[in-house]
Structure formats: structure tokens, C-alpha cells
């Protein structure tokens, strides 16, 4: 409170004379929600805008090799030759949408699971919380170098804890088709404590009234999850899928660390960003490099849209 | 109602497993660093080895990771300080006009994809002379660090009462003075969220580096990849080099725990 009449005491009849009375301040004071607004906005509009149209123009063009050297207008020519193309393109699709699902489908169930286990206060909550932050906070391409050491068929350790229980070794990420699934894997490692974080806040802000008239009615314990937490806490669960679906489609760094460029020599986990940056970095391909990308944005709102509606659908 | 003793136990024992799986394999990557490649490949040296710090030696010493460090620390830095600069007054500008429509444009930075800014970003800064040296490097961290903290003071400055404000203009308070004297210090709590999230995002990010730094001006998970060789891989070294990059970020972020749940769960309860 002593803040809001700090100024009344330092001068009683002219409160906030000179500087911010001048005009400059009525101006200011005028226009301040651009003034405010405008800033980040043109930042905004420079950096982001400017470029995905300029991705569009490109998408139309044949612009190859230096990003000095001239191009033409090629009309759609890309977008046939990108949507025809079943030896790149569309198994990157499919490994994207492969790869999004699946591990949204874990990290919702297992972290739908663990935010239950942490509802209600107990004893070393503090521990378990400090375990859930650390692989969230971790840096991707470090995680994906542990990873790599972990699953790496001669000296990892994922092949020794195997050889335990008596399975012979498996290829992981150096296999053609273990590769994805162990990328899967680590992406759920890292990313199920975000969604764990979210449906806890979401757990945490519901109140217990519901709850508590469930009980008095005899449900069981399933029977409250199912008909009373799990509806009350679904718009928290769509915001979960919507901001892990995001970054989940748009995945790179581990992809990156673990099976370097081109997602592989046999291109086992390249997904629709790692082609899209190889075309513009390795090949310097950058009209097909554009198309592949609008397409992709088009996907990623599609997918966004159809959420943000479904979300709206069940807000009801 | 005190959860029955059944529960309780499969509770525990539930909780064990996962911090387990959450923990293990960073404490094994943390083991791995003080080992000798020698130890590494020998799976009888799994968990009994003598520590050595050679790697660390090579880390710091040989592979100049001191300099990423500062890299890495500044590149970070001044994205997040340039980034609250613009964000935070733009938030409050959107949160109090209730200008959903420009929230959204930057906002949209969250959905793009960043190798889509990277041709023309690439393009218009090789031009300019500019690729390589640091001020590229953080212009486009704040492509990640400002939509975030927008995102966060958005939702801090939503649920901040205006009666502070109406009563500071009936003072005699300009609207400007108002934020910075009334609202401004009391978003403290929601400035640190915002910041600290930017840091760590921007010490984190990988993509937009590998792209866009030069050789003197490397961040951290650019330059773990030196210890990747085509026919082998250092991987004490390599492990070494994964620590060196997130167990500061971890250490911070144990710290500061509280910020960085509340920014990572901004905006999830509004439904």
C-alpha cells in the first residue's frame, strides 16, 4: 500500500509535476496500448511474418544452391512433384504422425497416472517432484548423447540390463526399424513430466465437492476417476495434448543427436522437420525445402485447429 | 479420508519406479562422465570404477568449453533481458486492452516451424555480414524467448487486480506511471517466471545455433557434437560435455523450482 501513496507524500498539491506532464507524456499516455504493444509486434511481424511469406514465394519457385543465385517462378510444380514423392515425403509424413501419436498417447496415459499418484500430499512428495522436473529442464541434445550411450548395442547399459533377465541384445537406435520406437522412447523419458506438471496444476484446481458427493453415493474409486475427475479435468488434458502435440510434431534436437543428418543413413527417423532441414542445409534445395514446409504448417494448424475446436466442443 | 493401506503401499512403491526411471539414466550419464573410455567399454566397470577427471580436462582445457560457456550464458542472457524489454509491456498492453487478436500473431511463433525463418533469416543475414557474429544468434532466441513470455505475463497480468491501478491514477498517477510504480513491481513474482523460462529454453535450444553461429560464437549444445567423430565417438568426453550443458540448467532450475513449474503450467487451468 505504501507504494500507492509514496508519490502523494513527496509533493501534495502538484502530484507527478514536471517530467510526466509534459506533452510527450500526454502523447504517450494517449497511445499507450500500441506504444506498449507496437514493439514486440513489429518484432513480431519482421522476424516471423516476413519469412513464411517469403517460404511461400519460395515454395513456388526452383531456388537451389546459394542463397545468392537466381530463381525462377515455377507455379505449383513443387507441390506435384512434393505430393508424388512416396520415397521421401510421405514416409517422413507418416513417421511424423507416427511418432506424434504415439507419444502423446504415452505421455497422456503415464503422465495421467503419475499426476493421480501426486494428488494428494504425502511423505518425500518434495523428492518425487525434483525427479519430474530435471529431465523437462535437461537439454535435448544432451539427453539424446546419453541416450545414445545407454542404448548403444556393444557397451550400453539397456543391452547389459537385458542380458539379465536373459533377452539377447537389441539394436536400438542403430537398428532400421528399432530406430523410431527408441526415439519414441526418449521423447517419452523427457516429455511425460511436462504433462504431468499440467495435469497436476489442473488436478490441484479442481474442487473436492464433486469428489466428495461421489463418494457418499458408493462409487468406487474407478467410477470417480472415470465419471467425475476425468470430465471435470478434460479441458486441462486438451491443453496438455495441444502444446506436447505441437512440439512433439515439430521434434528435432534428440532426432538430430541421436541419428544425425537425414535422420539416418536409411533415413529411419527422419520425420517431416528433419527433411525439411536437410533440404535447405545439406542440399541447399530451398524450393522443395519451402514446400515441404507449408505443408508441414498447414498440418500443424490442421491439427492445432481441430483440437482448439474439440476443446471448445467439450468446454461446454 | 486417509487413503487406505493398500493404496498407500502400491502408491509408494509405484513412486519408487518412476523417479527411478526419471533419475537413473542422468545419474548414469553423470557416472560416465568420470570414467575412462577404457572403463566405459568394460561392462565389469559398470558401477566399481575410480573416478578420474580427465574428461573434465578435456572438456574445459582441450575443447575451449569455457568459451562456450560464456557463449552460451550471454547469447541467453541478453535474448531473455531484450525479450522481457519488449514482452512484458506488450503483454500488459494485451492483457488490460484485451487485444486477443495480436496476442495471437505472436503467439503463432510457437506453432511455426523454425527451419521455415531460418532460409530467409540465413538469407538476409549472410547479406548483411551478419551470420556468425552474435547479435543474429539472439534475435533469433527471442524468437523463442519473447512468445513465451508473452504467453506467461498474459496470464500474470489477467489475473492481477486493476483496483491497485484506478487507485494510483485517482492519486494522480499518469496510466504509465502507474504500471511502472504499481503494477510493475507487483509482477515481480511473474517477471522471474517469464525469465527464467526464456533462460532456460534459450540455453537449451540447439536448432537455431547449429544454423546460425560461427565458430566464435558457439553455444553449448552445438559444441557437444565435437566430441561425435564419424568412425568413433569419445564418449567419456562426450558424456563429460552433456554435464558441462545441463547440470547447470538443472541446479537452476532446482532453485528456482517454483517459477519454473508455474511458467511451464501457465495458462493450463484456464481451460
Known sequence: MSAVTAPRTDSPKAPMASPESSAWSQWANKHRKWLFAAPAMAFVAVLIIFPVAWTGYLSLTDAEGSVRAESEFIGVQNYLDVLTDTDRFWPAVWRTVLFTGVVLFFEVVLGMAIALLLWRPFRGEKWVRVAILLPLVATPVAVGMMWRLIFDPNIGMANQLL??????????????????????????????????LILLAGLTSLSDEPQEAARIDGASSWQRFRHVTLPLLMPTVIVAILLRGIDALKTFDILYATKGRGGGSFHEVETLNVYAYGLSFDYNDYGVSSTVLIIFFLIIIGVMWALTYRKKGLGR | MKPSKPYQVFRTSALVVVVFALMAPLLWMIAASFKTNVDIYDTAKAFVFSPSL???????????????????????????????????????????????????????????????????????????????????????HMFVSLPLIVYIMMGYFDGLPTELEEAALVDGLTHIGAFRRITLPLSVPGVATAGILSFIFSWNNFMFALVLSGSDTKTLPVAIFDFVGYASIDWGGLMAAATVVTLPIMLIA??????????????????
Not at chain 1, 539377447?168 to 523419458?189: C, E, K
Not at chain 2, 523450482?257 to 481451460?271: F, H
Open chain 1, 163 to 196: 542380458g539379465w533377465v536373459g533377452i539377447g541384445p537389441q539394436p536400438w537406435l542403430a537398428g532400421q526399424n528399432s530406430a523410431l520406437p527408441t526415439t519414441m522412447f526418449i521423447d517419452i523419458w523427457q516429455w511425460t513430466p511436462m504433462v504431468v
Open chain 2, 54 to 140: 580427465k574428461n573434465y580436462e578435456t572438456v574445459l582445457q582441450q575443447a575451449n568449453y569455457l568459451e562456450f560457456i560464456g557463449n552460451s550464458l550471454w547469447v541467453a542472457f541478453a535474448a531473455t533481458t531484450l525479450s522481457l524489454l519488449l514482452g512484458v509491456p506488450a503483454a500488459y498492453s494485451m492483457s488490460r486492452f484485451n487485444m486477443r487478436k495480436s496476442a495471437l500473431v505472436v503467439l503463432m511463433a510457437r506453432v511455426i516451424p523454425g527451419v521455415s525463418l531460418l532460409v530467409p533469416w540465413y538469407y538476409v543475414f549472410s547479406n548483411l555480414k551478419l551470420v556468425g557474429g552474435f547479435s543474429v544468434l539472439i534475435l533469433s
Open chain 2, 254 to 271: 532446482l532453485f528456482v523450482q517454483k517459477y519454473v513449474v508455474s511458467g511451464l503450467t501457465a495458462g493450463a487451468t484456464k481451460g
